[in-house]
């Protein structure tokens, strides 16, 4: 976002960045489906619901953060704050599953 507010010349950021999230989110999904694999199913079944949440707002996050690159649009500040927030929404909803 500070990139878009500083109208930097370095322009290839503006699609650098959202494949680097994307890569990144597939990691986190990976490494979310290895922390699965470990738990009970009493345990599974009590963080399903958040599991999936946390992780539809994920892609949710994603999704809005490279929407100006499937509508071949400029990306907006706008834009970029909610995919801020959605995708920190999701990430402390993850950060509540490492107290099991």
Aim: aromatic share 8%; proline share 2%.
């Amino acid at each position: 976002m500070l990139l878009v507010i500083a109208r930097s010349r370095l322009q290839a950021f503006h699609r650098i960045l959202p494949v680097t999230g994307v890569v990144s989110g597939m990691v986190m999904a990976l490494t979310v489906l290895g922390f699965v694999y470990g738990l009970t199913d009493e345990a599974l079944k009590t963080i399903l619901p958040t599991l999936l949440i946390s992780l539809a707002l994920m892609i949710t996050g994603i999704v809005i953060w490279c929407w100006h690159l499937f509508m071949d649009k400029e990306v907006s500040k706008g834009q970029l704050g909610v995919a801020l927030g959605v995708i920190l929404i999701s990430m402390t909803s993850y950060g509540g599953l490492a107290n099991l």
